[in-house]
Nanobody, 118 residues
Framework: QEQLVESGGGLVQPGGSLRLSCAASGFIFSDYHMSWYRQVPGKQRELVAVIAQDGGNTHYADSAKGRFTISRDNAKNTVYLQMTNLTPEDTADYYC???????????WGQGTRVTVSS
């Protein structure tokens, strides 16, 4: 069974940095694009970044460009989100995800909370 486990969230001051990790298991990690999403309570979940199977191509939401970097280590079945210059607007629950083939259903982890506050 597919499983995604996020970690690395926490409380950080404005201007600070965090690196989120997502450990994957139960599927062939290197076969899939991997994504990071975030959700503020009461709002829709939004895409933050996507990375191709080999890490060669990435895509970022406008809010993440220039500040966040998505990367992956296929040997460790792990995808990362390095976040810098964080602002209170980045406060959210962050989730990694991938899409099942054929059905295109998104598979989510349990999320990790990021709070940016002084």
């Amino acid at each position: 069974q597919e499983q995604l486990v996020e970690s690395g969230g926490g409380l950080v001051q404005p201007g600070g940095s965090l690196r989120l990790s997502c450990a994957a298991s139960g599927f062939i990690f290197s076969d899939y694009h991997m994504s990071w999403y975030r959700q503020v309570p009461g709002k829709q979940r939004e895409l933050v970044a996507v990375i191709a199977q080999d890490g060669g191509n990435t895509h970022y939401a406008d809010s993440a460009k220039g500040r966040f970097t998505i990367s992956r280590d296929n040997a460790k079945n792990t995808v990362y989100l390095q976040m810098t210059n964080l602002t209170p607007e980045d406060t959210a629950d962050y989730y990694c995800a991938f899409r099942r083939p054929i059905t295109q259903q998104l598979v989510w982890g349990q999320g990790t909370r990021v709070t940016v506050s002084s």
